[in-house]
Nanobody, 121 residues
Framework: QVQLVESGGGLVQAGESLTLSCAASGRLFIIHEMGWYRQAPGTQRELVAI???????TYASSVAGRFTISRDTAKSAVTLQMNNLRPEDTAVYYCTARATRIIVNTSSDYWGQGTQVTVSS
């Protein structure tokens, strides 16, 4: 089993910054992509940013230029630096990873428990 643990959520004012971190733990696995989704009340979960194993990022248009995703492959960790936050960024943010369990050579998607980000106007 691969476990993802997020941290860094909180309450900030519009225009401020926040950094989310996620670390994966487990045994005998290789992580391919890691990233972040978010879900606001009454909405579908949406992609925020994904980073490949080689560090290539993909961003949702709503956060491009404001958010930066990075990963430490050796530590199986990913960080989301969120700048110039807006009230519409308010959501529960979920860390996700696609990982292969070496012992069975199968890939699956894993999810963290989520961390709340609230941006006040």
């Amino acid at each position: 089993q691969v476990q993802l643990v997020e941290s860094g959520g909180g309450l900030v004012q519009a225009g401020e910054s926040l950094t989310l971190s996620c670390a994966a733990s487990g045994r005998l696995f290789i992580i391919h992509e890691m990233g972040w989704y978010r879900q606001a009340p009454g909405t579908q979960r949406e992609l925020v940013a994904i980073v490949s194993r080689d560090g290539s990022p993909t961003y949702a248009s709503s956060v491009a230029g404001r958010f930066t995703i990075s990963r430490d492959t050796a530590k199986s960790a990913v960080t989301l630096q969120m700048n110039n936050l807006r009230p519409e960024d308010t959501a529960v943010y979920y860390c996700t990873a696609r990982a292969t369990r070496i012992i069975v050579n199968t890939s699956s998607d894993y999810w963290g428990q989520g961390t709340q980000v609230t941006v006040s106007s």
